[in-house]
């Protein structure tokens, strides 16, 4: 069960789009459409952003998108608000009922 | 409204136990599998157990497995964790999470665990 990898930090302008990665292997994102992605402010608990990598919940504004290609999958945002501020995590199924997450990745507004 | 409010943390000896608990409300519990997740100071989510809806299946993470167990109580809305054998590494937030379309769909605010001497 091998954390996800994604990179620390992100930045973007206000409007502009930003695209973060996950990259796992063939045994977790390369073999389920389980993919989803996470969006958690400090001493807050997670929102769910996306699930089955490209689906969002109701009320998630469609700015935020995801996709997958082999064992990356990817949350992009587009139209950067400042409350998009926050710090993002990328989950996959991992086979046998066990899941893991992404280390997080900081999403900065300049 | 969907809620789900966790209870039980707090301070505990290197090998001891201690026992969550999360109240859910506002759905119809028995739908849906459960799962803890816990978030270390400063750190990532890990995600650290699941249960199918009528708690005959449940999964670990491998470093929790042996200590940790997970259970529910569908008639009382109620879910568990049993932890036992604790480590300073267990320290974290935990959370309660209700899954959906394989994804951790609605969490609760958390409980807080150290595991300190």
């Known amino acids: 069960q091998s954390a996800l990898t994604q990179p620390p930090s992100a930045s973007g302008s206000p409007g502009q789009s930003v695209t973060i990665s996950c990259t796992g292997s063939?045994?977790?994102?390369?073999?389920?459409?389980?993919v989803s992605w996470y969006q958690q402010y400090p001493g807050k608990a997670p929102k769910l952003m996306i699930y089955e990598v490209n689906k969002r919940p109701s009320g998630v504004p469609d700015r935020f998108s995801g996709s997958k290609s082999g064992n990356t999958a990817s949350l992009t945002v587009s139209g950067l608000r400042a409350e998009d501020e926050a710090v993002y995590y990328c989950?996959?199924?991992?086979?046998?009922?066990?899941?893991?997450f992404g280390g997080g990745t900081k999403l900065t507004v300049l | 409204e969907v809620q789900l409010v966790e209870s039980g943390g707090g301070l505990v000896q290197p090998g001891g136990s201690l026992r969550l608990s999360c109240t859910v409300s506002?759905?119809?519990?028995?739908?849906?599998?459960m799962n803890w997740v816990r978030q270390a100071p400063g750190k990532g989510l890990e995600w650290v157990a699941i249960i199918q809806q009528h708690g005959s299946s449940q999964q670990y993470l491998d470093s929790v497995r042996g200590r940790f167990t997970v259970s529910r109580d569908n008639a009382r809305n109620l879910l568990y964790l049993q932890m036992n054998s604790l480590r300073a590494e267990d320290t974290a937030v935990y959370y309660c999470v209700r899954g959906e379309s394989g994804a951790f769909e609605m969490w609760g605010q958390g409980t807080e665990v150290t595991v300190s001497s």
């Open positions: 989950a996959s199924h991992a086979g046998s009922n066990k899941w893991v």
């Open positions: 506002g759905f119809i519990f028995s739908n849906y599998w």
């Open positions: 063939s045994s977790d994102v390369g073999a389920y459409n389980y």
